[in-house]
C-alpha cells in the first residue's frame, strides 16, 4: 500500500446543540486508531505508531473491508459490563508478553469501532464531504466479530446527549454532514459534548489509605499557571487493586524527597512526592471555588502529553 502515514483529524469541545447541519454519534470512550487495510491490516495509534501486533484478534480485520487498499478512521475500544471501559483498554494495550497478548485477544477481546473512511481503492476521499464518506463506509464494511461501525442521528443533538447521560457514556461527537476530512487538523467541523469533563494533569505524588487500601488512597494532581506548577487536588477513584500495584512500582523509581510545588498544600496527610513527569487523565464533575476537583475519577496515564501542556486556570 502507498498510502502515507496520517494523523487523524482532531475536535474542538462544546456545549450540547442541535443543528440540521450535524450529525451526532457516541464519543467512544477508547483509544483512536488508523486502520491501513489491504492484503493486511495495520493499526497506527493517533501519533503514527503502529501497533498491530498488541491486538491479533484485529489481523484479519482486512477480510471483513472491500474496495481496498482504504484506510478506516476509528476507536480501539474493550466493553465491560455492556460499556466502553477506558480502564480495560489501557490494561490490554500496556501488555507485551506474546503469550499474553494472544490470551487477551481470545478472552478479553478489543473491538474497532470505524466512524470515518478516508482512502478507497487506493485513493484519498478526505476532501469529500463526510455525507460520501460515511456511505462508502456503509459500502465497504462486512461482517467481523470485532468490527463496529459507528451509527448517528441528524440533528437533534441535545436528545441525543440526553441518551448518552442517561447511558454513563464518556460524551457525544458532532460532526458537519458537508465536511471534508483534515488529517492533524483541530478543527469546529468535528465538536466533543462531554458527559463528564475531563483534563489533563501532572502526577506529583500519592497519599495512603486507610482501610484494604492503606498503601494507596489517591493521587496528587497539580497543572502548571506559567511556570509555577499549582495544585489542583486529588483524585482517589478508578483504579483497580491490580492497577494500583503497578502505579506504586511505577511511582516509587520516580520518589523525590521534597514537594514538587512552590507552595505548601495543607491537608496532606503523609504526602509522598514523585518528579513531575506523569500526566493522566481525569473525569470530574466540577472544580470548587478553590479549583479543587468535584466526583473525580482516575481515567488513563497520558504518555503522548508532555507535563507543561496541563495548564491550570488562572486563580485571584
Known amino acids: 500500500m502507498n498510502l502515507e502515514i496520517i494523523k487523524p483529524m482532531l475536535s474542538i469541545t462544546c456545549e450540547p446543540f442541535d443543528h440540521p447541519g450535524f450529525i451526532f454519534e457516541v464519543k467512544w ?5 488508523l486502520a491501513y487495510l489491504n492484503n493486511r491490516s495495520r493499526l497506527y495509534s493517533r501519533n503514527g505508531y503502529e501497533m498491530t501486533e498488541r491486538y491479533p484478534e484485529l489481523a484479519d480485520l482486512y477480510r471483513a473491508i472491500k474496495g481496498g487498499p482504504l484506510v478506516l478512521d476509528g476507536e480501539l475500544v474493550t466493553f465491560y459490563q ?20 494472544k490470551w487477551m485477544a481470545t478472552h478479553e477481546p ?26 462508502l463506509l456503509a459500502e465497504v464494511a462486512g461482517c467481523h466479530p470485532q468490527l463496529i461501525i459507528s451509527q448517528y442521528i441528524h440533528e437533534d443533538g441535545q436528545e441525543f446527549y440526553r441518551a448518552c447521560l442517561e447511558q454513563q457514556l464518556e460524551g457525544v461527537m458532532a ?23 475531563e483534563e489533563d494533569f501532572v502526577v506529583c505524588g500519592y497519599v495512603p489509605g486507610a482501610g484494604h487500601r492503606q498503601q494507596f488512597g489517591s493521587l496528587i494532581l497539580g497543572a502548571y499557571q506559567g511556570d509555577k506548577l499549582v495544585y489542583q487536588g486529588q483524585v482517589g477513584t478508578g483504579f483497580s487493586e491490580e492497577f494500583i500495584q503497578e502505579l506504586l512500582a511505577l511511582l516509587e523509581t520516580i520518589r523525590i524527597p521534597d514537594s514538587p510545588f512552590s507552595h505548601r498544600i495543607v ?9 513531575p513527569r506523569l ?15 468535584r466526583h473525580a ?17 488562572e486563580v485571584d
Open 29 to 33: 470512550d477508547g483509544y483512536r486508531c
Open 110 to 135: 478489543v473491538v474497532f469501532v470505524a466512524f470515518d473512511l478516508l482512502a478507497h481503492e487506493g485513493r484519498w476521499i478526505t476532501q469529500q464531504p463526510l455525507a460520501k464518506r460515511k456511505e
Open 279 to 293: 500526566v493522566c487523565t481525569v473525569q470530574f464533575l466540577e472544580r470548587t471555588m478553590d479549583c479543587n476537583l
Open 175 to 197: 460532526k458537519k454532514w458537508d465536511s471534508p476530512y483534515l488529517p492533524g487538523k483541530r478543527t469546529p467541523y468535528w465538536r466533543k459534548i462531554k458527559t463528564l469533563r
Open 267 to 275: 491537608g496532606l496527610v503523609r504526602p509522598r512526592w514523585v518528579e
Open 82 to 101: 455492556g460499556r466502553p471501559s477506558f480502564q480495560h483498554m489501557q490494561r490490554r494495550d500496556r501488555l507485551r508478553d506474546p503469550k499474553r497478548v
Open 297 to 313: 475519577s482516575f481515567k488513563g496515564f497520558r504518555p503522548d502529553k508532555e507535563p507543561r501542556e496541563c495548564r491550570g486556570p
